[in-house]
């Protein structure tokens, strides 16, 4: 049996994650709407019709444009997500493979962790992190290549889903300099890196001071400040009373074990408790920010405190989106639990071998690929930590591969290996 596992490994793959698929699909028998959803579907429509003129700008475009491309269709959305879901799945064996990882090994955790069922919940979605998880894993496949030209097509179309990601190239960038410092080299192509992605980020930037005379990647981002005051808002200046107050109802309705809900001021909003001011959403999210600024700066310790003991330690949770499957079966809940359980034990695995791989560098000044995923994770759980309060597990699941491969590279190097010296090369 195995024999044949070796043999024919990615055709297996490939049969067995399409079987799981099916089965979820048929299982769920519907497409999953959670409440960010409806942004994406609505900006969709907006560019089918041909012009975004006046558009909110909260979404930027990428996810958009997919459904857009799609025909509106959800159906057809969550196809290709299923299909992207399983080519993820083989580039994930290559890149075991590309380790020197055992054929039957590599083969099993690229099944395994592909059918986990939160990965087939996010797959039947729509939201974003499916085609996250394929283009991290497609970026990670091209530096392993070292195809410069299609890593920064995959980092602009990264920053086009998610200006988030802005931060991707300058952390890869650093890696090819690191390991080839020549100056032709990097005007020629190394600078494509962050050039592409760059352009990306501020022209979507423009067409949203365009449209809200405000240049930001997401007017959402005043509004996701704010959030990341909600344990500190009675604090804020008198003069932004007006926010305080509804914030702090809305907390005193949805608190939990002395902590309000990060949703708190999305609820003070959708009450309509700021419509007497007349603003603009951009606006209104816009003096969000100058509040949190102010409130932030006022009580950085309290704001740091909630970055490291509430942000950052969520980053490593894990999350899934809601299904029918569950309402009606147990075992799929018992399945699920122990799924979550071994996630947690590698993401608690990968934050002390963090230290670990640090200090090698320290130690041996050799910018390794397996450094570069871990800092890929680590800076990604750092800077969300800084901006986001809520749904930071979210932030995670891209990376949650790369978090298996270090654990399991690490294991194979420094138990199972010989000659452990050969990890340590470029």
């Known amino acids: 049996m195995i024999r044949h596992f070796k043999k024919y490994p990615i055709s297996i793959l490939v049969i067995f994650s399409l079987v799981f698929r099916v089965l979820f699909y048929y299982l769920n028998q519907k497409i999953l709407l959670p409440n960010d959803s409806q942004t994406y579907i609505d900006l969709a429509k907006l560019i089918s019709s041909g012009s975004i003129k006046g558009y909110f700008g909260g979404r930027s475009p990428g996810y958009s444009l997919l459904i857009s491309f799609l025909g509106n269709s959800l159906q057809f959305v969550v196809f290709f997500q299923i299909v992207i879901g399983i080519f993820s799945s083989v580039l994930w064996y290559k890149i075991l493979n590309h380790f020197k990882c055992d054929s039957f090994v590599s083969l099993t955790i690229s099944f395994f962790f592909s059918s986990f069922l939160h990965v087939l919940s996010y797959e039947n979605a729509i939201l974003i992190e499916t085609i996250n998880l394929f283009l991290i894993t497609l970026l990670i496949y091209y530096i392993l290549k070292n195809h410069i030209l299609k890593i920064a097509f995959c980092l602009a179309i990264l ?4 200006p988030f990601y802005i931060y991707l190239p300058f952390v890869i960038f650093t890696y090819f300099v690191y390991n080839n410092f020549n100056l032709k080299n990097i005007i020629k192509q190394k600078l494509l890196l962050l050039i592409l992605p760059l352009v990306v980020f501020v022209s979507w930037s423009y067409v949203n001071f365009v449209n809200t005379d405000y240049f930001v990647s997401s007017t959402y981002f005043g509004l996701n400040k704010i959030q990341n005051c909600v344990n500190f ?3 804020a200046p008198e003069e932004f009373k007006w926010i305080k107050e509804p914030y702090l109802k809305q907390r005193d309705l949805h608190s939990e074990k002395g902590l309000g809900s990060p949703m708190c001021i999305w609820y003070a909003v959708d009450k309509g408790d700021f419509n007497y001011k007349n603003l603009s959403f951009p606006q209104l999210s816009n003096e969000f920010g100058k509040c949190a600024d102010i409130t932030i700066k006022n009580n950085f310790g309290l704001y740091i405190k909630q970055v490291i003991f509430l942000s950052f330690k969520e980053f490593w949770n894990v999350e899934m989106v809601s299904a029918n499957t569950f309402e009606n079966s147990k075992g799929l809940i018992h399945i699920w639990n122990l799924e979550r359980i071994f996630l947690r034990l590698i993401k608690i695995l990968f934050l002390f071998l963090i230290p670990v791989y640090i200090f090698r560098f320290l130690k041996n000044r050799l910018f390794n690929i397996e450094l570069l995923l871990v800092l890929i994770v680590l800076s990604t759980a750092i800077l969300q930590a800084l901006v986001v309060y809520g749904s930071n597990a979210r932030y995670s ?18 138990f199972f290996s010989k000659k452990n010296e050969a990890t340590y090369t470029k």
């Open 159 to 162: 920053v086009l889903l998610k």
């Open 233 to 235: 808002i009675e604090k």
């Open 397 to 414: 699941f891209p990376f949650e591969f790369i978090m298996i491969t270090i654990v399991l590279l690490f294991i194979k190097n420094n």
